[in-house]
Structures are given as C-alpha cells and as structure tokens.
C-alpha cells in the first residue's frame, strides 16, 4: 500500500508539472526588443543572493494562491483571464542573458538565454513596482546558488577573513557588480526603446540571502558585520548614497526554525540593520518565514511542530498529499518551490520598497 501510495503522489505531482509547463508556454516570449511603456527616467532595482533570490518555485504552484483563504485575491492579479499568468511592458527584467519584459520564468533555470518554469520574488516585486510606479522599472537580477556573504559576496570594506587567500574571496560580489555595470552600459542595446537623454536612476536593491552562511560560525556571528559593509560598498560603487535596501530576514521551514542557533544567529544579523544609524528610514529588514503556508511547516517541517501534531500518530492524508503536489516543487532550503510563498515574498518585499521611497504619500 505504501508503494502504491507514493507512486500515486509521484504520477500526480508528474501531470501537475506538466500542466505547469503547459501554462508557461502559453506566455508571451520576453521579446528581443521590448517596448518602454512608462515614463523616464527608468527606475533600476538590483536584486540578489543565492538559490532563493533565484527562485526554485515551478510556475504550476502559483494556482495554490488561489486556495489561501486571506491572499487569494492576489491570484486574479497573476492571472486575470483565470489561465495565462500576467507580463508586464512597464517593466522590464535582466537575468542571465535574458532581457526582456517581467513574466514567469526568470526563476532558476538550466538556460542562461531562454526562460525557464519558475519563479523566485522578482516576479511579484517587479508586478507590484510597476503598479505603483509610473516610470519604467528596471530589475537586474544576480543570483547564484550555494554562495555565502562572509566569502564569495564578501564586499571589499569588509576586508579579508583571518587565512583566507584573496583569490578566494568575493567572486560573487564582483560578479554582482559587474553584471549590473554591463547591463547598464548596454540599455540601449538590450532595450532599444530606452531613452538615453533621460537615463535611469538606481532606486533600489533587494537581498535575500543566508544559507550558505549557516556552515561557517565566524560568518553567522559576523553576518550583521558584513551585510552593513555590503550595503555601504554597493551605493559607493553604484554612486547611490541615498540607494533603499531592503533585506529579507533568512526564513527557511518557517518562524519556528529559530530555535535552531545556528538560523537565529543569521536572522538576527539582518535584523541589526535595523537598528543601523545611518540606514534609518533607507534600509528595512522584514520577516519572511511567517509567509510559508502553515499546514506545509505542518507536515514538512514537522519535527518544529510535534506538539500539535505527530504524524507517525496522525498520517498525512491522501488529501494533504494531493494538497503538497499543488502547492510544493523542491525542498525546504529552497522554501519547498512554493510558488504562493514567492508571490507573497515578492508582494512584501515590494510594500517595503515603496515605504522607503515614499510611494503614495
């Protein structure tokens, strides 16, 4: 019985992916020459960090949304027609080699010049920027796996770690920064209809981030350190004294992963720029692990929730099972490849933006 039921799960979750991947089909190519809809000068917002910032989500679990009794609302934004996920020419998105107009698919991917079939937060963040903004918006995504702030993004200020060789250290960062360089240099090339008289302005950047840290215990009680010297060096290099930050707080298997030292030392080191003199009301850190669905923490993350529930006592159930093929694609170091936490990721992230750039006030 056993066999039977995981195979069931398999072949369910197999023809879910498949419908997913049917769906994104039916999205509009990125386009090699995507228009300019709003106003100039375009408003850039760098986003980065490692496999989460990229995004592990499958476009297919995104329908979850729907089923959220307090955000459900939000999946008629994503999908209007109740079929095709939503692109937006207002705003445009680099990653890898792909210029184009922000859609599904940006998330992480084999291709360096084709889209894929997931998501990570820029897709709800660039959504709900270009609804608030009326300049065209720029998002330049770097994001790369298996990569830690105290080595591979460790920022020039933040000097060298104790026995480290310099060859060693800070690839990611000046990967980051030469990433961002070459896609400004080249807008005109990339986006044709940009307007070089009125230019751009770095707006923003947004850092989701942490994991990798968690294996090294000078890099966990250094964290706070290292990202206050990584905000710093960004808005020197980027000629941005005045750059918002937003920093998403690390919050793999949920709220409660706290009680692991290990995840409380990283969140608390990106919780400290909070309370950073000189990013007062320029630099926010929010909470991320309260917006995973808490029936998946349930069952996935169960060892943090035996109290409630113990499954060897009380299985999963056919219809939970059902419930985590619609809603989950990967593992829980990449938020389970939940596709409604990523939406909300996004959503959150983008409110924070606007409080700090004062949209609509």
């Given at each position: 019985?056993?066999?039977?039921?995981?195979?069931?799960?398999?072949?369910?979750?197999?023809?879910?992916?498949?419908?997913?991947?049917?769906?994104?089909?039916?999205?509009?190519?990125?386009?090699?020459?995507?228009?300019?809809?709003?106003?100039?000068?375009?408003k850039v917002f760098i986003l980065a960090g490692q496999s989460n910032m990229d995004g592990q989500a499958d476009v297919r679990t995104i329908?979850?949304?729907?089923?959220?009794?307090?955000?459900?609302?939000?999946?008629?934004?994503?999908?209007?027609?109740?079929?095709?996920?939503?692109?937006?020419?207002?705003?445009?998105?680099?990653?890898?080699?792909?210029?184009?107009?922000?859609?599904?698919?940006?998330?992480?991917?084999?291709?360096?010049?084709?889209?894929?079939?997931?998501?990570?937060?820029?897709?709800?963040?660039?959504?709900?920027?270009?609804?608030?903004?009326?300049?065209?918006?720029?998002?330049?995504?770097?994001?790369?796996?298996?990569?830690?702030?105290?080595?591979?993004?460790?920022?020039?200020?933040?000097?060298?770690?104790?026995?480290?060789?310099?060859?060693?250290?800070?690839?990611?960062?000046?990967?980051?920064?030469?990433?961002?360089?070459?896609?400004?240099?080249?807008?005109?090339?990339?986006?044709?209809?940009?307007?070089?008289?009125?230019?751009?302005?770095?707006?923003?950047?947004?850092?989701?981030?942490?994991?990798?840290?968690?294996?090294?215990?000078?890099?966990?009680?250094?964290?706070?350190?290292?990202?206050?010297?990584l905000i710093r060096d960004l808005r020197k290099e980027f000629k941005a004294p005045e750059m918002r930050v937003v920093v998403g707080v690390?919050?793999?298997?949920?709220?409660?992963?706290?009680?692991?030292?290990?995840?409380?030392?990283?969140?608390?080191?990106?919780?400290?720029?909070n309370d950073v003199a000189e990013f007062k009301g320029t630099v926010k850190a929010i909470e991320t692990g309260h917006l995973l669905h808490?029936?998946?923490?349930?069952?996935?993350?169960?060892?943090?929730?035996?109290?409630?529930?113990?499954?060897?006592?009380?299985?999963?159930?056919?219809?939970?099972?059902?419930?985590?093929?619609?809603?989950?694609?990967?593992?829980?170091?990449?938020?389970?490849?939940?596709?409604?936490?990523?939406?909300?990721?996004?959503?959150?992230?983008?409110?924070?933006?606007?409080?700090?750039?004062?949209?609509?006030?």
């Amino acid at each position: 019985m056993k066999k039977h039921a995981v195979g069931a799960f398999a072949l369910a979750a197999a023809a879910l992916l498949a419908l997913g991947q049917a769906a994104l089909a039916q999205q509009a190519d990125p386009g090699k020459t995507p228009k300019q809809v709003g106003k100039s000068p375009v408003k850039v917002f760098i986003l980065a960090g490692q496999s989460n910032m990229d995004g592990q989500a499958d476009v297919r679990t995104i329908d979850f949304l729907g089923e959220d009794k307090e955000n459900g609302y939000l999946l008629k934004k994503f999908k209007p027609d109740g079929k095709t996920l939503v692109t937006r020419d207002d705003v445009w998105v680099a990653h890898r080699g792909v210029y184009g107009k922000l859609g599904p698919g940006y998330g992480g991917r084999k291709s360096d010049d084709t889209l894929g079939g997931k998501i990570g937060p820029e897709y709800a963040f660039g959504y709900f920027m270009g609804e608030a903004l009326e300049e065209q918006v720029l998002l330049i995504k770097f994001a790369t796996g298996g990569q830690s702030l105290y080595v591979n993004f460790r920022p020039p200020s933040a000097g060298m770690p104790q026995g480290a060789k310099p060859e060693d250290v800070g690839g990611a960062y000046r990967g980051l920064i030469g990433y961002v360089h070459d896609a400004l240099d080249n807008l005109k090339k990339r986006f044709p209809d940009y307007d070089e008289k009125a230019g751009y302005e770095i707006a923003g950047f947004v850092w989701f981030q942490g994991y990798n840290d968690l294996f090294n215990e000078t890099g966990r009680k250094e964290y706070g350190r290292n990202l206050v010297h990584l905000i710093r060096d960004l808005r020197k290099e980027f000629k941005a004294p005045e750059m918002r930050v937003v920093v998403g707080v690390m919050g793999v298997n949920g709220p409660r992963n706290e009680s692991n030292p290990k995840q409380k030392d990283v969140r608390d080191g990106q919780r400290s720029v909070n309370d950073v003199a000189e990013f007062k009301g320029t630099v926010k850190a929010i909470e991320t692990g309260h917006l995973l669905h808490p029936k998946i923490l349930e069952i996935n993350a169960n060892w943090l929730y035996e109290k409630e529930r113990n499954l060897k006592e009380k299985p999963i159930t056919d219809e939970e099972k059902a419930m985590l093929a619609r809603a989950t694609s990967n593992q829980g170091y990449h938020y389970f490849g939940e596709g409604r936490f990523f939406i909300l990721l996004g959503k959150a992230f983008a409110e924070t933006m606007q409080e700090l750039m004062g949209v609509g006030k």
